[in-house]
């Protein structure tokens, strides 16, 4: 058994995109999903070489991408137990790091945690794209028992698809992307929500007539998948709460120095935004 033989499980944006880039390098790809419609696209689309609802078609698999949401992982890898070998590797592509791995180390020893900070607007299979991960960051998140051997084949498959490698502890990746993922998905669905509680009709349809680039942009996140946030606001509660408080305490201060006419303070605090905005900049813009 070696890496060339790779198993996803969920074909969605992520695990789609997973498999066209695999494939494209001449790897086997043998994908699970749920339904039979998606495995019959995904074989259509070239996403896979095997496509079944079956986990025990993972058997020969050597690495495992768990590419389901994220309150399906560690049911799903439990149910995959029986039908793997012992130098079976699986990884997983959630947003939060901690509770998955608290949760997989009863049940798998070879188990490398694993972030791709990559996305699309779009979702679903039919999404996928074979270049989805080249240049965005790619976080793997090892325990100092994750065997290195193992670490090393899930690092070599993730260079292969041309993401920028990156290591840390599962809980300072949960703290990390609490402030430059889970609080903007928050922040920008209190924007939309906040429109929305506009209590003129006519001021609330020019709004939405007028909408454009800016409100797009910060927007986007806010309009995504509502099951996702939901499971990230539980899997990351501590850390979700930790950031959106200090974001209120800033807004609040924001809204002191314009309540305060303190255009001066305000011009200087909205200068020292504009000049640490690039320091954010160094990853796929559509990174979610």
Known sequence: MTTTSVGIVGLGLIGGS???????QG??????AQREETCQLALARGVVDVASTQLSRLASAAVIFICTPIPAIAPTVKQLVPHLAPTTILTDVASVKQPILTAIAPLWDNFVGGHPMAGTAAQGITAAQADLFVGAPYVLTPEPQ???ASVAQVAALIESLGARLAYCSAADHDRAVAWISHLPLFASATLIAAC???PEATVLALARQFASSGFRDTSRVGGGNPALGEAIARANREELLRVLYRYRQT???AIAQIEAADWAGLEQWLTA???ARPDYLQTNPDSP
């Open 146 to 148: 994750t065997p290195a």
């Open 251 to 253: 807004l609040d201060g």
């Open 18 to 24: 997973l498999g066209l880039s695999l494939r494209a």
């Open 273 to 275: 935004t504009a000049r």
């Open 27 to 32: 790897r086997e790809v043998i994908g699970i």
């Open 196 to 198: 929305e509680a506009e």
